[in-house]
């Protein structure tokens, strides 16, 4: 079995048998079994949710096989040799415009950076790039940034990525959808063009846009995680007995739920509603003359020097579904966001109801409902208590938010889901529940923004059902925007947008016919195509030259350095953070330096001399010179004496009582009470030890400061005495102290966010997926991003060293090669903290909270900064020795004021050796090459 | 009437957000309740364990009885070293103190020739070089005396000095840690819970949601501040009860609902802070780094890590615009001196103006960031 297998042209290039994956709760896949031919161009169909982006995964290697089995080219993913073996034959895609790009990076450096991670050489590189985007037209914008692309070109540009290293299993995760139709048309003749050049490839492509599935091989039918049909795309309709991939389709979910009866709408239904040239229901009659319920003129939008919006011009009568279609950023949702005022207008206005926009006019927005287009509500809360919010925001009142319920629950059928959270519902369902608390407040006008990207056509059908109710039956103004054709033809009159101009506003009929089009579609294709030069597309370079060996396995260090080129550049283009990084820490260090004191200074006191003689005055004066106290006003009286220690104002009070004079004059001795503040109890240590000390130089100096005193000249001084020396810090300065004990702080909390949130990131932006499906080791990915962060260290702790040799006049009395050798050490561990910590966390948030709270703690703390470690108690000890910056700080406390060498320093600097590689050696380990 | 509804309802969905969410009840817990434990159980005296080494170049009666009344929990037993053992010793870190005694010292002693001992101090920490070199005089000379005369404390000085300690006369370090510990994991979880609930509004696009609909940019902003202000509180009086008054065992000497309202106005000031962080930043890196930036200076300026007094006046003018100074003293006055209301208004008003201001700048700059998040 095995041996037929691998040889021939029959060979499947994935198999899968009885495979479950599930979500929590949710089933993604259930026991689905599937054999996909090699060398053809497979189409899986399918609503949103069905499961088709997890069998992808699944097959791509990206997602962890639960149960069952995969086999692609010719081995079991669930295989980690394989896998890697495999890594450089295939190439995915994952959903989602330019997920897996890198925003901030130029097409070209995308490029480099996956040409390396397949192990291209530099040349090899050069060429490839250059030949792959002369062929997709690319080649004029090199130079831009993947994020300043248009939809289309985005998609392009992952096509290039994934055909760098010329794959031979090609996975695309809804490549088009969100792109205009042009762009759509070229993306499909380009695959053709591949196809034709590499016939042997296979390609596995699942789409929304049941229209682009005619197009394909080979045809997957998916619902609920199990495979409805398989054939191809004239087979299906044969079967089916219908003229439409997209009816053919509706037509086996019916089959498929008459088994488990559902209210699912008819075939009919849907099929005129995907029909693209006649439109389901005919515009009403021209609107009467009134005030629009929209007007925008010359709209303008800059941001910058780039204008998203440029003199826009549109009436939109009352009651009127008004579509807005174009490429994704066109400027549609910037000109609905100036609309709802969400944004100001760089110049131009527009009027709702015939009043400007207003954007601080809060009654104005009662007349609107927005709809923005990636689901905006809140994912923590149930269906129930999203719908009663946004009541409760709208003061509907009691009585009326109830009748909404009851009037729009069932009419968006969502009495079953009413207690679910709204982040775990399919996207159909979420859909309709965003536009049910639109419209909750019943307003006259209803934005919404792309409402129906990636639902699937029999949900996308309900919502314009629920639309055209609104518009006809309570006159409710609609203003869209789509990238459905099918949709455009239901609306009364549409625009289409380019960047950022209104190429054309007429009704759909209208458009069509301006163009002598077939279909609506085709008519835009036009539109565009006149506005933007032609591209010189010459597939037929595509292919490559020479084989390139792909399947690298083992540890690379071009691929690790991939990361880190990749890592620096992305830094580069963050100079906010970068400044908060140095300036920060800079700032800090002096602010901190010179505000910490571990001296006490000018502590407040009074006394409360009921004396008045000159001996009293005399012994409060030696305390009154003193640079360590402050005279306050004398205590008038006892209770004076606890009002004002009470209140904080006092931190020292004496008590002389009366007779102190005379008694010391005549032998007999007196006493002095002295009430020190005891709230702070380190102040309260040193205050005590300094009034101790002040009493005793009084006492032993008798005469010498005060002449009143003289008689206190003692008869029998101490038989012996102790001399004490100052080591490091004669003068006993704070500075020099504290000085170098501050980088130690800020070298270990600043990095370890800086790397939590960097790896954090990827995981919720989704360039994640390109560690996933490369061969791209966990070493390799985390230690390349690593190296970045240990150089920004090094590179502050020069900063930082500088500015205390320099700014704070602290000599650096060691050896510098210690201390950089400590720093080195020091920035392994503390990036090393921030890996582990990134990887136990799914969200940046969660990774930022996480890093600050369990790092500043003991790194404050524990580690030597105020209190040494040794005096600390209990699990505190514990754990400031088992934390680097105490390591570290007796190193850089070691080397700046105790002059030290390696010698002395070797025992720490081992300790601190240690740190770097078990926190990073950990997140190696714990970090998944596959995602759940 | 509006409005307090609005914020009503918002402050609700905030504190379903914030509770819903199993990672961050974890680090409240752990805030309030681990980390304020740790930190205050940790809280040693200013000298304890430290370790001192003896050259004793006189081997006699009265250096061993020195020797021997250097005692934990203040001082490790004391380890005999030679001069350039104790120098290296000291340069390693592994001692703090070297007491060294010449020969004859206990000779000299009783012929009354008054001779010297040395005391080597490490003087990287000051405090601690400084309060360990008073304890061991005082131990060297009552020894002395007790060797010589039987009696530690000497003959009766002519002037004596009584010393005592108000609000904590046993100097017991735990309280006022405690309290300072308790003061940190309210200003970090204030200002960090704040600030994220407003960037992860804005990452989610659900501010835009808030924005088209009939509220106000203080509406939205108050609403996650009194969320935030709630679940800490709530927290805080927990930790209070049980951690702090339980656990612990410290006595809080004035009112126990005034500490708790002047937590409340030090939350506002926090979560202000934290609110203009979250409009400031434009991604979550940002925001991480300005609430570092922000949270070292809270904790290790106003009072909790060395005296307000002690600062340069320069920093000390900068610190009054630190709401956690007024707090911290708002604290101490209250918790351990027993003071009322006549006492400590001045520190609640410069906290709640504070948290005004601070709430003020973060509306301005609301709809700033609005425009630059599209």
């Known amino acids: 079995m095995t041996t037929q297998m691998m040889t021939g042209q029959t060979e499947p290039v994935a198999q899968l048998g009885q495979v479950s994956h599930r979500f929590g709760k949710v089933k993604a896949l259930e026991d689905l079994t599937l054999v996909l031919p090699a060398g053809r161009m497979i189409g899986l169909i399918g609503p949103d949710g069905v499961g088709k982006s997890t069998l992808m995964g699944l097959i791509a290697g990206a997602k962890r096989l639960q149960q069952g089995t995969v086999r692609t080219l010719g081995g079991s993913m669930a295989d980690a040799r394989h896998r890697t073996a495999i890594g450089g034959r295939i190439a995915y895609m994952p959903q989602g415009l330019g997920r897996n790009l890198y925003h901030d990076l130029s097409l070209r450096e995308n490029l480099e950076f996956f040409g390396k991670l397949f192990g291209l050489g530099r040349a090899e590189r050069a060429t490839r790039i250059d030949r792959l985007t002369r062929a997709t037209g690319l080649h004029p914008f090199l130079d831009r940034p993947a994020g300043k692309l248009s939809g289309g070109m985005k998609q392009k540009l992952g096509l290039c990525s994934a055909l760098i290293h010329d794959p031979d299993f090609l996975l695309l995760d809804e490549p088009t959808t969100g792109v205009d139709p042009l762009s759509r048309r070229q993306f499909w003749d380009l695959i053709d063009a591949i196809r034709a050049d590499r016939p042997q490839m296979s390609v596995l492509v699942s789409t929304a846009y049941m229209e682009e599935a005619a197009r394909f091989d080979h045809l997957v039918a998916m619902n609920a995680g199990r495979v409805l049909a398989e054939a191809s795309p004239a087979d299906l309709m044969v079967q089916t007995e219908t003229t ?40 009403t009659a021209p609107p009467p003359p009134e005030e629009p319920a929209i007007r925008a003129r010359d709209l303008t939008r800059r941001f ?61 927005r009662r007349r609107v409902g927005f709809m923005s287009q990636a689901f905006s509500l809140y994912g923590e809360l149930s269906v129930r208590e999203n719908l009663l919010l946004h009541a409760r925001l709208f003061h509907l009142g009691r009585a009326r938010t109830d009748q909404r319920m009851l009037d729009l629950v069932p009419r968006f059928e969502l009495e079953e889901h009413l207690d679910q959270r709204a982040d775990t519902l399919p996207l159909g369902l979420r859909q309709r529940l965003s536009l049910a608390v639109a419209v909750i407040h019943e307003p006259e006008i209803l934005i919404l923004d792309e409402p129906t990207s990636g639902v699937d056509p029999q949900a996308r059908d309900d919502f314009w059902k629920l639309l055209l109710d609104l518009s006809r039956n309570d006159r409710v103004t609609i ?45 835009f294709i036009a539109y565009i195509s006149a506005e933007i030069p032609p591209e010189p597309a010459s597939a037929a370079v595509l292919a490559s030259t020479s084989d390139s060996d792909g399947n690298a396995s083992g540890f690379s260090l071009r691929r690790l350095l991939a990361y880190t080129t990749r890592e620096a550049m992305q830094v580069r283009r963050d100079p906010v953070r970068l400044a908060f990084a140095f300036l920060g820490t800079a700032m800090l260090l002096l602010i901190m330096s010179f505000g910490i004191s571990q001296e006490v200074r000018n502590m407040p006191f009074a006394a409360l001399d009921q004396d008045h003689s000159p001996e009293s005055r005399a012994y409060l004066s030696t305390f009154e010179d003193s640079h360590w106290f402050l005279t306050r006003a004398p205590i008038l009286d006892p209770t004076a004496l606890k009002q004002r ?96 004990s501050i980088p130690p702080l800020l070298l270990l909390l600043f990095p370890a966010i800086l790397m939590a949130v960097s790896v954090a990131r990827e995981k919720e932006i989704g360039t994640i997926t390109n560690f996933y499906v490369t061969p791209t080791g966990r070493a390799e990915f985390l230690i390349g991003k690593q190296l970045v962060y240990i150089g920004i260290t090094l590179l502050n702790f020069a900063i930082l060293t500088a500015l205390v040799v320099l700014a704070l006049g602290v000599p650096l009395r060691g050896d510098p090669l210690v201390l950089l050798l400590a720093a080195l050490l020091y920035s392994v561990a503390a990036t090393g903290f921030g890996l582990l910590v990134s990887i136990m966390s799914s969200t940046q948030v969660t990774a930022v909270f996480a890093s600050t709270i369990l790092s500043v703690m003991p790194t404050l703390q524990f580690s030597g900064m105020m209190t040494p470690v040794s005096s600390l108690e209990g699990p505190a000890r514990i754990l400031g020795n088992l934390w680097p910056t105490t390591w570290y700080m007796a190193v850089s406390v070691g080397t700046f004021t105790k002059g030290l060498g390696l010698a002395d320093l070797s025992g720490a600097l081992m300790r601190l050796a240690v740190f770097g590689p078990v926190f990073t050696g950990l997140a190696i380990l714990t970090l998944r090459k596959q995602e759940k | 009437m509006r409005r307090v509804e609005n914020i009503f309802w918002l402050v609700g969905k905030e504190l379903k957000s914030v509770l819903g969410d199993p990672v961050m009840v974890i680090l409240i817990l752990w805030s309030f309740v681990a980390a304020v434990m740790l930190e205050a159980s940790g809280a040693g005296d200013t000298v304890r364990n430290a370790a001192i080494a003896v050259v004793d170049e006189d081997r006699s009666p009265l250096t061993r009885q020195i020797e021997a009344a250097l005692i934990p929990p203040w001082f490790q037993v004391p380890v005999a070293m030679t001069a350039d053992q104790a120098g290296a010793a000291m340069d390693r870190g592994e001692i703090m103190f070297a007491l060294a005694f010449p020969p004859d010292f206990a000779a000299d002693a009783i012929a009354g020739k008054s001779p010297v001992a040395q005391l080597l101090a490490d003087a990287t920490a000051v405090s601690q070089a400084q309060l360990g070199a008073d304890y061991i005089r005082n131990i060297v000379q009552s020894e002395a005396r007790a060797f010589l005369t039987g009696n530690p404390d000497g003959p009766t000085p002519q002037l004596r000095l009584e010393l005592r300690r108000a609000f904590n006369p046993n100097g017991n370090p735990v309280w006022f840690k405690a309290m300072s510990s308790l003061l940190n994991q309210l200003s970090l979880l204030t200002i960090a819970l704040t600030g994220a609930a407003m960037l992860r509004e804005r990452e989610h696009g659900t501010i835009e949601h808030l924005m088209v609909m009939p509220l106000t940019p203080v509406e939205v902003a108050l609403s996650k501040v009194l969320a935030t202000m709630v679940v800490v509180l709530v927290a805080f009086i927990g930790s209070l009860l049980f951690v702090v008054q339980g656990v612990l065992q410290v006595p809080v000497a004035g009112s126990a609902p005034l500490l708790v309202a002047g937590a409340a106005v030090y939350l506002w000031a926090a979560a202000a802070i934290g609110m203009l962080l979250g409009t400031l930043a434009r991604s979550m890196a940002q925001f991480a780094l300005l609430v570092i930036m922000v949270i070292i200076p809270v904790i290790m300026l106003s009072g909790g890590m060395g005296a307000v007094e002690s600062q340069p006046d320069l920093v000390q003018k900068l610190t009054l615009a630190l709401p956690s100074r007024h707090f911290l003293a708002f604290a101490k006055a209250v918790a351990f001196r027993g003071a009322g209301m006549s006492t400590v208004w001045p520190q609640l008003l410069l906290m709640a103006g504070l948290g005004v201001a601070f709430f003020t700048a973060s509306l301005a700059l609301f709809r700033r960031s609005m425009s630059l998040s599209s």
């Open chain 1, 304 to 364: 910058g020097d780039f204008t998203a919006v440029d003199k826009v011009n549109f009436d939109i009568a009352r009651g009127e579904i008004f579509g807005f279609l174009g490429s994704n950023g066109c400027g549609k949702t910037t000109t609905m966001k100036m609309l709802t005022g969400l944004l100001p207008a760089t110049e131009g206005e527009a009027w709702i109801f015939g009043s400007p926009v207003d954007a601080q006019d809060p009654q104005a």
């Open chain 1, 479 to 523: 203003f869209v925007s789509t990238h459905f054709m099918d949709e455009a033809m239901r609306c009364d009159r549409i625009s289409l947008m380019h960047a950022g101009k209104v190429l054309v506003t007429d009704r759909p009929d209208a458009i069509i016919a301006s163009r002598q089009a077939p279909s609506l579609e085709e008519a």
């Open chain 1, 645 to 740: 220690m009470a209140s904080g104002e006092l931190t020292l009070a004496f008590q002389i009582p009366p007779g102190f004079g005379a008694d010391l004059r005549r032998g007999i001795g007196a006493e002095v009470a002295a009430l020190i503040d005891g709230a702070d109890t380190t102040r309260a240590g040193t205050v005590e030890s300094y009034v101790q000390g002040n009493h005793a130089s009084v006492v032993a100096n008798a005469g010498g400061a005060a002449p009143a005193l003289a008689m206190l000249a003692q008869a029998n001084p101490e038989p012996v005495q102790l001399i004490s020396r100052f080591r490091y810090n004669p003068a006993m300065e704070s500075l020099p102290s504290i000085g170098p």
């Open chain 1, 244 to 283: 439409s991939i997209g009816a053919a389709y509706v037509a086996l979910l019916q089959a498929d739920n008459d088994m488990a009866p559902n209210d699912s709408p008819t075939a009919d239904a849907f099929a005129s509603a995907t029909d693209p040239v006649v439109p389901a229901e005919q515009p």
